[in-house]
């Protein structure tokens, strides 16, 4: 089955104690990304990556590091959590030519 | 400022009405997608809207999108309690691989 997959789903941490929330994709895709969904706020874009090796900034990538060390994986890194990054997270993946993101169940993170 | 609006944020109707959605962005973008998130869920996409003038229709619900004005439409045709979700248009900006979602639309049919 086509997906993509983030672990973990639910995390409660406190500030300051480093994080990784995975993600992967089992459809070849070239372009990975993450969003934070906030109410009212819609989803902002965190990092994008258009293929293994190459990341880019989004909108708010304050506080947040990834890498791209293969096509598949695509890790969102928290290296010192603070509340204000209390938040859904979603990775999603495309091929370039369509743009067409297909969504991962979501990371629901509270940082105490 | 790159932003993407939606209209209305918010829409209570009763089955088997119309009414359209409006997506507007102030970015260069040949590219607009619709998604679709029930509560507690993920993002379904819906359309993927690539040219201007392009029209996609599924079921009740037909996207289309007008380049030049930057604006895209959802319309439901009839609504039906399941159409209950948040809907949210998306444009990636050209020239980048940078996405901006809207706000979504809240939208509950009413039985």
């Known amino acids: 089955e086509a997906q993509v997959t983030q672990n973990p789903r639910y995390l409660i941490t406190v500030t300051g104690k480093k994080l990784t929330v995975t993600c992967s994709q089992n459809?070849?895709?070239?372009?990975m990304s993450w969003y934070r969904q906030d109410p009212g706020l819609g989803l902002r874009q965190i990092y994008y990556?258009?293929?293994?090796?190459?990341?880019d900034k989004g909108d708010v990538p304050e506080g947040y590091k990834v890498s791209r060390k293969e096509k598949r994986n695509f890790p969102l890194i928290l290296e010192s959590p603070s509340p204000n990054q209390t938040s859904l997270y979603f990775c999603a993946s495309s091929f370039i030519t369509t743009g067409e993101l297909f969504f991962g169940e979501g990371s629901r993170l509270t940082v105490l | 400022e790159l932003k993407v609006e939606q209209n209305p944020l918010f829409l209570s109707m009763q089955e088997g009405k119309n009414y359209t959605i409006y997506c507007n962005y102030s970015?260069?973008?040949?590219?607009l997608y619709w998604y679709r998130q029930d509560p507690g869920k993920s993002l379904e996409s819906l359309f993927v809207?690539?040219?201007?003038?392009a029209v996609k229709q599924e079921g009740r619900l037909m996207a289309s999108l007008d380049t030049k004005a930057r604006l895209s439409t959802l319309h439901i045709t009839a609504a039906v309690h399941d159409l209950s979700a948040t809907y949210f248009c998306?444009?990636?900006?050209?020239?980048?691989?940078?996405?901006?979602f809207g706000t979504g639309t809240r939208l509950k049919v009413l039985a």
């Open positions: 459809m070849n895709h070239e372009y």
């Open positions: 998306a444009v990636d900006i050209t020239g980048t691989y940078k996405y901006i």
């Open positions: 809207l690539l040219s201007n003038g």
């Open positions: 990556s258009m293929n293994v090796e190459v990341t």
């Open positions: 970015t260069t973008s040949d590219r």
